[in-house]
């Protein structure tokens, strides 16, 4: 709907839309009724995809861990993983979005990866980053893995590349459905002369650094830092308040905006820090292959890393690494702990996406049912392993009850709700920021220091 309304026009048709819809809700109930009534079922229809991808990703796990009881099996656990993920419930059935669709896509994708149909794989994706361009984030990670695992027929026994296996054929291959699919996608909007209409919408620099509600990440705490910095001047009379900029950063607008203290991101900082965090996952990708797993990690830290500094980031985008984790947690228990650590974070920073009264009891209740379930399960298929959690993360993870009793039963009825409304949100923010940042590095660890696989592959 949003290239429709590139195409036909821009700003002032989508304008002319959203009075449409004003006036169809107001004066013509049964026929608003009956859209809204199509949203809600062709978000149902859609996952149907969805469904058919874990079934696919369900074949790719190995069940040497299986237990005696159904519920005990990897294959089980990782389904119930997906299929009742709690932020893809929240944000397709209540906020109302496709994203079941598109990361059933994705997720498919990933399965044609681990079954060798590398064609199908790279095709799923090239769709899929033409449906919605936040893909782009984890395109580094199929590039290079399509490259290296598809493009090299084979590695030598010490897992290097062996140069002379390398097929032109295959890369024609490739580069011929990226273009057929980008013509089939892009053409019409070429033939229109719309193609500058489309990028300047893709990529909304004038935004801002931030999103309304500051998504969990690395700027999230930069923000906050350079706010506390801003008191702390204006306490000891450092800074002059005339200068200042008042509620700039927590104004819940959405708008460019300038730092006090610290210096101002631009979109060129928030691109060089995205790909250098980016860099070693794929490096390690191409030096240290480890198959589709390897891939799979290499994609969750791409994804992670675009989140942590990437440009307006919203906070939906967690959903882009929890999903293809679930794949890995029930695979190890490290990686079964960092799933744990990111998705019950990440879960929680979606909590202000639902603000409304009747909505507080449906989200905390969601959310401990799927949080329960996914520590017990774990636990329950690794428990001849190390605990998941230690001291620190299990004080970390229980600290986010107290932060939503303050946020929603205390914080209202304090003085400080008209002066500071958006402390709940900044401290949200801020909260789950630390334990991403947490999960991120602690991938990033795991990853590094896991050895390539020593012997020769033909793929």
Known sequence: ????????????????????????????????????????????????????????????????????????????????????????????????????????????????????????????????LHFKHIYLYVAPAYGVYLLRSYCFTANKQDGSIRWNSFSFVRLISLGLIVFLVSALSLGPFLALNQLPQVFSRLFPFKRGLCHAYWA???????????????????????LDPNKIPKASMTSGLVQQFQHTVLPSVTPLATFICTLIAMLPSVFCLWCKPQGPRGFLRCLILCALSSFMFGWHVHEKAILLAVLPMSLLSVGKAVDASIFLILTTTGHYSLFPLLFTAPELPIKIILMLLFTIYSISSLKTLFRKEKPLFNWMETFYLLGLGPLEVFCEFVFPFTSWNLKYPFIPLLLTSVYCAVGITYAWLKLYVSVLIDPPVGKTKKQ
């Open 1 to 128: 709907m949003a290239a429709f309304g590139i195409a036909t026009g821009g700003s002032n048709w989508f304008s002319a839309l959203a009075l449409g819809v004003t006036l169809l809700k107001c004066l013509l109930i049964p026929t608003y009724s009956r859209t809204l009534l199509f949203q809600r079922f062709s978000v149902i229809f859609t996952d149907a995809l969805f469904v058919y991808a874990v079934h696919e990703c369900c074949k790719c796990i190995d069940g040497k861990k299986a237990g005696k009881e159904l519920t005990e099996k990897p294959k089980f656990i990782l389904s119930a993983l997906l299929l009742w993920n709690f932020g893809l419930l929240i944000v397709d059935h209540i906020h109302f979005q496709y994203n079941g669709f598109l990361s059933g896509l994705m997720l498919l994708s990933i399965a044609r990866f681990f079954q060798k149909r590398h064609m199908e794989g790279a095709f799923l994706f090239a769709v899929l």
């Open 216 to 238: 969990p990440n690395f700027w999230a705490l930069y923000s906050a830092f350079d706010k506390v910095l801003s008191v702390i001047g204006l306490e000891l009379k450092l």
